[in-house]
């Protein structure tokens, strides 16, 4: 006899590679694919794979639905009477982020819809954020009585200062070319676009080599913080070692030669 225990738990987040593409996609539409200690669970499990397969160059997030995410389940952020302090949302997310922020392997979130709070966290990790030009977006948490607080971490290192103190404090909605013209997002396209506009950046990464994505990913972050002087000198450093590099080498005869170097995945 069969019980509910006997039954598997329904994961919600899935994950398909094709071409050297791992999809990682929220799939819990029903609560629009709010952050439940289920969700991230998976969500890092999946990214966990994603990260240590070789056979993976570039990750997209993406979700099920007409929503990308509705921000931190609020159901599991509440303190019922009597029950144990926390909110178990807030402590799961960090690593989440890390994950995607820290990967070596560029990320590119294909925005489905609309996001709120949390869910603009996992937008602004990403390396890259495409969304329909109908979505919407907003940071609601002052008018529910919180803070921004874990997402900021992310999210102030993309948008305009201006721009983050005007949305955080009002929790006032604003729309995806608003999000694209503060640096939230990368692009904002017609629905009928967002596929292949996805597709392409993709595409674009999957010729770089995996070595100098991971080491561009960080430049790009670390080196406006140095001075000038420690700047030209370590990247001067970075350049020679690449140049003579195996992946720096390949490429260079692949070009030579007019051919694709080695690390550019067949697409079937």
């Not at 094709?18 to 991230?40: F, K």
């Not at 993976?56 to 389940?73: I, K, N, S, Y």
Request: hydrophobic residues 45%.
């Amino acid at each position: 006899m069969n019980t509910d225990t006997d039954r598997p738990v329904e994961r919600l987040v899935r994950k398909e590679v094709s071409g050297g593409i791992a999809t990682i996609t929220l799939d819990s539409p029903r609560n629009r694919n709010a952050l439940s200690v289920r969700l991230l669970g998976d969500l890092e499990d999946l990214l966990t794979q994603a990260l240590a397969d070789e056979e993976v160059r570039v990750v997209v997030l993406t979700g099920t639905g007409p929503v990308f995410c509705a921000g931190a389940d609020l159901k599991e952020q509440r303190t019922e009477p009597g029950g144990a302090p926390g909110a178990p949302v807030t402590a799961s997310f960090p690593e989440i982020m890390r994950l995607i922020w820290e990967s070596p392997k560029p990320v590119v979130c294909r925005l489905n819809g609309t996001a709120r709070a949390g869910g603009l966290g996992l937008v602004a990790a990403c390396d890259f954020a495409i969304a329909p030009d109908t979505a919407s977006f907003a940071f609601t948490e002052v008018r529910l009585g919180v803070v921004p607080a874990m997402i900021s971490v992310t999210v102030l290192r993309r948008l305009d200062p201006r721009a983050a103190a005007e949305y955080f404090l009002t929790g006032e909605t604003f729309d995806a070319a608003r999000a694209q013209e503060i640096g939230l997002l990368t692009r904002a396209v017609p629905g009928e676009l967002l596929d292949e506009t996805v597709a392409h950046y993709a595409g674009m990464l999957l010729r770089g080599g995996p070595e100098a994505l991971a080491l561009t990913k960080r430049l790009v972050r670390e080196v406006p913080a140095l001075s000038f002087e420690e700047g030209t000198r370590r990247m001067a450093e970075l350049s020679a070692q690449r140049f003579t590099s195996a992946e720096g080498q390949e490429g260079i005869t692949a070009f030579m030669q007019k051919r694709a170097p080695s690390w550019v995945p067949e697409r079937s």
